[in-house]
Nanobody, 116 residues
Framework: QVQLVESGGGLVQAGGSLRVSCEAS????????MGWYRQAPGKQRELVAD???????RYATSVKDRFTASRDNAKNTVYLQMNSLKPEDTAVYYC??????????WGKGTLVTVSS
C-alpha cells in the first residue's frame, strides 16, 4: 500500500503563485511515477503534470511554462509549483502514484481556488 497526503492548497489571486506538496509513505520503493491531477466542478479529472523516478516530467498544455513539478526523494515528496495562476486553474488537486506493478494510488486532494 502507498499513502499520499497533499498539502498547500488555498486561495490566491489571479497572477499569484502557490505550491502544493504530496508526501508518500508505505511501499514507496514500488513507485515509478508520481503525478498531479485536478478536477474542477462539473469537469473530468485531468492530468496536470507528472514526474518519473529519473526526473522526467510532462505537463498538460494548459499549464506548461507556468507550473513546475519536482521531487525530493529524501523526503518522499513531490511538489507542484504553480505560477501565473488563472481562475480556470481552480480545482481540487490530487496526487497520484503509479507503481511498477501497475497499481495507482490517490491522495484525498487539496483545493486550489484562484480569484479573479
Amino acid at each position: 500500500q502507498v499513502q499520499l497526503v497533499e498539502s498547500g492548497g488555498g486561495l490566491v489571486q489571479a497572477g499569484g503563485s502557490l505550491r502544493v506538496s504530496c508526501e508518500a509513505s508505505g511501499i514507496i520503493f514500488r513507485i515509478n511515477v508520481m503525478g498531479w491531477y485536478r478536477q474542477a466542478p462539473g469537469k473530468q479529472r485531468e492530468l496536470v503534470a507528472d514526474i518519473t523516478n529519473s526526473g522526467s516530467t510532462r505537463y498538460a498544455t494548459s499549464v506548461k511554462d507556468r507550473f513546475t513539478a519536482s521531487r525530493d526523494n529524501a523526503k518522499n515528496t513531490v511538489y507542484l509549483q504553480m505560477n501565473s495562476l488563472k481562475p480556470e486553474d481552480t480545482a481540487v488537486y490530487y496526487c497520484n502514484a503509479g507503481t511498477v506493478n501497475g497499481r495507482n494510488y490517490w491522495g484525498k486532494g487539496t483545493l486550489v481556488t484562484v480569484s479573479s
